[in-house]
Each structure stands twice: as C-alpha cells, then as structure tokens.
C-alpha cells in the first residue's frame, strides 16, 4: 500500500523520496481479455478537491496550492468507485508536489483501488507548486501506451494512447483533457483525428470541455463516425449538472451496453461510465 503517512510527513520535514517513476510496470498485469466486457470511467477529479457549489471555488481556491487534511479521504472516496471498473481515464490529477502532499495521486488511486497497471502523463510541470497531470488505471496489459503533448497557445494538455488486444486491429482507447477555447479544441481535435484515422476500434474519454453536439458537428471530429452519449448525460456542475463536458465516445463497431452519468459528486465534475464489448470476430483472432 502507497506510505501516504511517511511521504506526507517526509514533505513537510523537507525530505522527499526519489521520484517512484510515471508507470508501474505490466509484470504483474494480467493480459487482455477480450472474451470480456471493458468497464470505462473517465472522472476529472479536480486534484481531489471536494467541491459542492460555486461559492467553493473562492473559499476552498487555495487548496490548489497547499495541502489539506480531507485530501486524502476524499481520493479514498474516489478509489472505492473507480474499483468497479476496468480502464479508467483521470484528468487534474497531481504527480506528486505540495498540494498533494508529495502524494503522485494516479498511483495512490490505482493501488487503493486495486488496479495493478497505472500511467501518469505530467502536463504541466510546476515543480513542489503542483504536477498537473493525466493519469490511466487498467485491469489489463496494454500492448503499449504512448502519450502525446496536444498544440495549443498555452501549453500543458495532453492524451494518452493506450492500444489492447490484437496487435494488427487493436482496440485504441485516447484518454485527453482539452483546453476551453474553441480553437484550441479544433487543434487538438485535428491532431488526434490523425492519430485514430487508421483504427477501427476507437475509444475518445475526457474532459473535453464541450457538448458532443458541438464535437462531433463543428470539430474534426465531424469527420468520424463516433458514437456518443445522449445529450442529457450532463456531468458539470457536480451539484447541478446542467453542461455535457465529460464523454466517452466509441466506434460503431463497439456494441455500448451501458452508459450513464456517475452520480459520485466527490469533485466539481461527475464521472463518466460505459460499458462496451468488443465487435463480433474479434475473439477468432485470438488463441484459445
């Protein structure tokens, strides 16, 4: 289990433990199982911050640059959910700096959870201030796992790549933050457009910071064939959900057989849930 207490204390003393890396490995990672039904979640967890309504973000604002006690039970909160399910893609996670308590909060919630492989993606790197970053959890070896810096005027977002199963026809899962402005999207949405184009089994989850309607008719994206989720699964304000930010959206091929908005309010965003199986003849490719 992550010594949360001994590097909180090693923090404040001043004494910081070498950086434990931004991957814990696939040694102990079962392989791919594709017979199975993939539970994703894609969660902003806003640096585990507990936010409950607007007010919070004035009152509780300096909890973005300093440690505070309830930090860690609520990512305590948020690994008992993110135990119930098979991939899941973080956003506003820390690497490990002052706020978090030296705390890299990608690998605490994948070892609280249970899930055995995680990859964090540092974004933007602030030093002891903060480590604004991604973060993956999977069940499941992944054939392999790249990440990229997504263009923008102001740099620091990102999205990992992760590519499971058959080798030549993979199931590629894109884990992304985008940035708010419009064209910033639209170059983002550009650039990772590029990188699916070749790929049948595609999986888009994030915080994409705009309604599907709008991502899918205005966007490059309007040049794919993803399937999102219904216009009503509203996911921010957590307290009030009333704005579609956070999706999950998944090739035709892809059977979606459920899909809904977390009713988890632990940040100011609600999490995203699907689960999908894969496309008839995938499992022939193979061995028994």
């Known amino acids: ?55 919070h973000y004035v009152t509780r604002s300096w909890q973005h640059f ?28 820390d690497g490990g700096s002052l706020r978090s308590g030296y705390i890299n909060q990608v690998q605490y919630l994948a070892e609280a959870s249970g ?37 923008g005027l102001i740099p620091g977002r990102g999205a990992i790549i992760a590519r499971y199963g058959d080798i030549e026809d993979p199931l590629v899962l894109v884990m992304m933050h985008l940035s708010l402005s419009r064209t910033g999207q639209n170059r983002q949405l550009g650039f990772i457009r590029e990188l699916i184009a070749d790929y049948r089994h595609v999986v888009l989850m994030g915080d994409m910071n705009n309604h599907a309607e709008e991502l899918l008719s205005r966007t490059p994206l309007s040049q794919t ?7 009503t699964a509203h996911s921010f304000p957590s307290w009030r959900p009333e704005r579609a930010l956070d999706h999950i959206l998944v090739s035709p091929s892809l059977e ?33």
């Open 256 to 288: 979606i057989r459920r899909s809904e908005v977390v009713s988890y309010p632990v940040s100011d965003h609600l999490p995203i849930a699907m689960d999908i199986a894969l496309p008839k003849g995938y499992l022939e490719k193979f061995p028994t």
């Open 1 to 55: 289990m992550y010594r949360r207490i001994q590097k909180r204390l090693n923090g404040w003393m001043g004494v910081h433990e070498s950086r434990r890396g931004a991957c814990s490995g696939t040694d102990h990672v079962p392989e791919f199982e594709p017979q199975r039904h993939l539970r994703l979640l894609t969660f902003n967890i806003q640096v585990g911050i507990q936010t409950g309504s607007y007010r």
């Open 225 to 231: 064939d993803l399937i999102p989720l219904p216009d």
């Open 115 to 151: 899930i055995p492989y995680w990859h964090q993606q540092l974004n933007r790197n602030l030093g002891q201030l903060a480590q604004h970053s991604n973060g993956l959890l999977s069940r499941y070896r992944p054939l392999d796992v790249t990440e990229y810096r997504l263009p």
């Open 66 to 93: 300093l440690p505070h006690r309830n930090r860690t039970d609520n990512l305590d909160r948020i690994a008992n959910l993110l135990r119930n399910y098979d991939v899941v893609a973080l956003q506003e996670c």
